[in-house]
């Protein structure tokens, strides 16, 4: 179990911090991204050194996010220390990658919004009711009073409208809107921001051409999928929004995308619009939100499809 911290004790125990170690999760998002480095700039310019470890490839359409240059990539025979170690928009200590083994930090501050959360760390700020950590992020500088630039605005802006698909997805609040309005007011241009995260790789658009003809239609259509097969698995290619393909389809209540990391080891993003996908990913030691969830099953591809759809077939009977 964690301590369960409110805003302004989670601003003390940063403040009190002279060294922090950030960590976002694997497969990062802009939202995990956004969200740290925005953090970072505050307490940099209080004079706190701070490092961020990303475990993962990071996206090259993320390039854009002001000071992404300053991730990287924990190395295993190294140790990072410091005072502490700020863990955002992961649920699980095995979302982090080698973060989790190389990291000796005095304390350990978990800050997310997913309803999956598993208390790991020490301190835990949780708001399951917030679209993405941005929003979160926003919150926490309007309650400590800290001032916000451009660049952190910059930074949380695109965190919170990645997490709730550009104010479309169901997680959108009126709250998320007044977040983003405030950014705004900071400088921030959503169009500038779009142009840099929608644009798609070619290599991205090709694999997408060969990913797209296996599409599937289960469980009397209400679930679609599509795969990607080890033989095309390619980590440098990012396939972020290819299971938003399925998730919007006459008649479907669960897209799926399949993509076969390893092979024997099936990564499963799953979107939702009636049941829970949440419930389903933690069956398999995975986490997310009611809508949006995902995990990764030990299984080759087909073993893996058969597997998630008996799971859905249970959650949607009961
Ligand atoms: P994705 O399908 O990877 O975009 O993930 C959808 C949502 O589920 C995001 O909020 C992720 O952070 C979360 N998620 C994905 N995989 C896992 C996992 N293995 N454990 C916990 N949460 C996850
Ligand atoms: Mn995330
Ligand atoms: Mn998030």
Redesign the pocket.
């Known amino acids: 179990m964690s301590k369960k911290l409110n805003l302004k004790e989670t601003g003390e125990l940063l403040l009190a911090a002279k060294s922090l170690i950030f960590c976002c999760?694997v497969?990062p998002?802009c939202?995990?991204l956004g969200s740290a480095l925005g953090l970072m700039r505050f307490l940099e310019q209080q004079g706190k050194q701070v490092t961020l470890l990303v475990d993962d490839v990071i996206n090259k359409s993320f390039s854009f996010l002001p000071g992404i240059a300053k991730a990287q990539m924990p190395e295993a025979d190294k140790e990072y220390t410091a005072d502490l170690f700020v863990v955002i928009?992961?649920?699980?200590w095995?979302?982090i990658g080698i973060c989790n083994q190389v990291v000796k930090a005095k304390q350990l501050l978990n800050i997310d919004h997913?309803i999956?959360n598993t208390e790991f760390a020490e301190y835990l700020y949780l708001d399951a009711q917030a679209a993405a950590v941005g929003e979160i992020m926003v919150d926490l500088f309007e309650t400590c009073g800290w001032e916000m630039d451009k660049a952190m605005a910059d930074n949380f802006y695109t965190a919170i409208s990645t997490?709730c698909g550009s104010f479309r997805y169901s997680n959108t609040t009126p709250k998320t809107m007044r977040q983003a309005a405030k950014l705004l007011e900071l400088g921030v241009n959503p169009n500038e921001i779009n142009e840099n995260l929608g644009l798609n790789s070619v290599a991205t658009m090709q694999l997408l051409a060969k990913v797209l003809p296996t599409i599937t239609f289960a469980l009397e259509g209400r679930v679609a999928y599509i795969k990607l097969t080890n033989d095309l698995y390619n980590k440098e290619t990012s396939t972020?929004t290819f299971?938003n393909i399925v998730r919007y389809i006459e008649g479907v209540d669960v897209g799926i995308?399949f993509k076969e990391v390893e092979p024997g080891k099936t990564?499963?993003?799953?979107?939702t619009c009636k049941t829970d996908?949440?419930a389903i990913?933690v069956q398999?030691?995975?986490?997310?939100?009611v809508r949006?969830?995902?995990?990764?099953v030990m299984a080759p591809i087909d073993e893996a499809v058969d597997q998630v759809l008996a799971a859905i077939a249970k959650e949607m009977d009961k």
């Open positions: 999760h497969s998002d939202d995990t928009d992961a649920s699980s095995d979302r997913h999956s997490d972020e299971v995308f990564r499963v993003s799953m979107r996908a949440a990913a398999f030691a995975g986490g997310g939100h949006a969830a995902g995990c990764t």
